[in-house]
């Protein structure tokens, strides 16, 4: 089987390059919303979509035009990649995959990508890797790059510049070392609860960080906007949330390798996160209720990386031949898993689960997990489809 793998290293440019990747980034951004533009302009004109052959051509003019000859700087390939990624934007929303795209701002996802592996030269021997129009750079090469190189994605976050570069190798069939089966329940109280009684502990990154972000936020507040000193402040919350980052995909990155390597199949629910942390504000005609309890709630689930979580377990069990099953997630920590009755007298407090039809005590993470192995059997063995749409997934108020 044939395995697409990202390598992500930190970038040690020299002043010069430095300026030219900055430069080579904003061209790429100024043709994805000079197209994105066109596209806006020539829709409302009831013209048909421009595809990317026709908005190359444009792309030309624009290089060898009078009103942007700095384009001509950067590499073309890469102005090419912005075209692409404009395009697939624009398609992923009229086929209802994603909302309608966004003019790119500076300093926001500042990146631009070289499609193609013989644009670019990696040295793996002395850590160093060739960029057209850059030269030769070195990089902190953490670990060896496996597989043929496919294609590389410069991208500027914090002060930092790095570089991620995707390869494709041949890997035999992986065969499970493990034969057990689990289920995961996962909440805010304990981050990932196991059917076998133990359980993960949340990280907490961004409340761990919340009160340092928010004073550095304040103090960008009260400078000049785009001065030298609202600069600095801006950096500051950039290394914060970059570390509220780093610090999240580490522990899931962990928490993922060390369940996938221990485990054949894991079973878990099908949550639709962005439908769970939906703000409850309402409108001015329809105002919501409990807006504060529930934007509590909101950023203590996005605060957990649910779905980076089942991302993760998903291709890293697939790479150590397991797999993932995706069970309904309606009435999990209700059902009792002794009796089956279902009733939301079962769980009145977060913790304790206590059903009033047998007496079955357990905690109610548990309970959880163990009713998602059991729908996870159900659904390998049988088939069982997996409801989409709203999640039924019940977490109550003390959780924040």
Not at 62 to 84: D, F, I, M, S, Y
Request: hydrophobic share 35%; with cysteine.
């Amino acid at each position: 089987m044939r395995r697409l793998q990202a390598f992500k290293f930190e970038l040690m440019p020299n002043g010069e390059q430095q300026r030219d990747m900055r430069r080579f980034a904003g061209s790429c951004r100024f043709v994805y919303n000079k197209a994105l533009a066109l596209q806006k302009e020539n829709y409302e004109a009831g013209g048909k979509f421009i595809g990317y052959v026709a908005m190359a051509k444009h792309l030309t003019e624009w290089r060898n035009g009078g009103e942007t000859p700095w384009l001509k700087g950067a590499p073309v390939h890469p102005l090419q990649q912005a075209l692409k990624d404009m395009e697939r934007a624009y398609k992923n929303f009229f086929a209802k995959r994603a909302a309608f795209p966004k003019f790119r701002k500076r300093g926001q996802r500042d990146s631009f990508r070289y499609p193609d592996s013989t644009q670019f030269k990696l040295d793996q021997p002395n850590g160093r890797i060739f960029l057209p129009k850059l030269g030769w750079m070195r990089l902190r090469l953490s670990r060896p790059v496996l597989g043929e190189l496919r294609n590389a994605t410069v991208s500027f976050n914090a002060g930092k510049w790095s570089v991620s570069i995707q390869t494709e190798r041949a890997v035999e069939q992986p065969v499970p070392h493990a034969t057990s089966v689990i289920g995961i329940d996962v909440g805010i109280a304990r981050f990932a609860t196991m059917s076998d009684g133990t359980f993960i502990a949340p990280l907490n990154s961004f409340k761990r960080h919340e009160t340092r972000l928010r004073r550095c936020q304040r103090a960008m507040s009260r400078k000049v906007k785009f001065s030298n000193n609202w600069k600095k402040a801006k950096a500051r919350v950039q290394r914060i949330h970059a570390r509220i980052g780093n610090a999240r995909r580490d522990y899931l990155h962990k928490a993922t390798t060390t369940i996938s390597k221990n485990h054949a199949m894991v079973c878990i629910e099908d949550l639709q996160v962005r439908n769970m942390s939906r703000s409850a504000a309402g409108s001015t005609d329809a105002p919501g209720r409990n807006v504060r309890a529930k934007s509590g709630l909101n950023k203590a689930i996005l605060d957990q990386g649910w779905f980076e979580f089942r991302r993760q377990l998903e291709y890293k069990l697939a790479w150590n031949g397991g797999w993932l099953v995706a069970v309904p997630p309606a009435n999990t920590s209700r059902t009792c898993p002794a009796c089956g009755y279902v009733s939301a007298d079962n769980r009145t407090t977060q913790e304790k689960f206590a059903c009033v039809e047998c007496s079955y005590e357990e905690n109610a993470d548990v309970v959880g997990a163990l009713n998602i192995l059991a729908r996870g059997h159900r659904v390998a063995a049988c088939g069982e489809t997996v409801q989409s749409g709203r999640s039924m997934k019940q977490e109550p108020a003390e959780a924040i």
